[in-house]
């Protein structure tokens, strides 16, 4: 078995120097209804903050930081309700739980609705086969 060190990639501060200027260049922009339909169904208000990972130079959260810069009053009002609409969500849900420790909502509201949701949707997975 290899040595987890030896596969370490060593970081490059100037990796993707060159990759963000086309990304910038030729991505298509968000439309501002459709971040404004997201804020809206995730129940965020312009209090929201928002954490954008792997997500290209920050575009996103750019376009979008008037509609959503409250994600700590979100979670403080919606804590159980979000968590597990990331767990029961397969594209959502990596998001959520970013933002919910990135706000550092308490860890046993976490778990427990980490769990209560896991539950349900790994026993549906199971009966249809995955």
């Known amino acids: 078995m290899t040595d987890n060190a030896a596969m370490t990639i060593p970081f490059g501060p100037h990796r993707f120097r060159s990759t963000v200027p086309c990304y910038v260049r030729c991505r298509i922009p968000y439309p501002n209804r459709l971040l404004a339909l997201g804020a809206e169904r995730c129940g965020l208000e312009r209090a929201s903050p928002v954490l954008d990972l792997g ?3 920050g575009q ?3 376009n979008a930081w008037e509609q959503i810069e409250g994600l700590r009053g979100h ?3 919606h804590v159980g309700k979000t968590l597990l609409m990331g767990r029961l969500t397969h ?4 998001l ?3 933002s919910a420790g990135a706000v550092r909502i308490p860890f046993a509201a976490f778990f427990w609705f980490n769990l209560l949701g896991t539950l349900p949707k790994s026993q ?3 009966l249809l086969g995955y």
């Open 124 to 126: 549906l997975l199971l």
């Open 75 to 77: 979670f403080e009002r």
């Open 96 to 98: 959520i739980l970013l």
């Open 91 to 94: 594209g959502a849900g990596g």
């Open 55 to 57: 997500c290209g130079p």
């Open 60 to 62: 996103l959260v750019r």
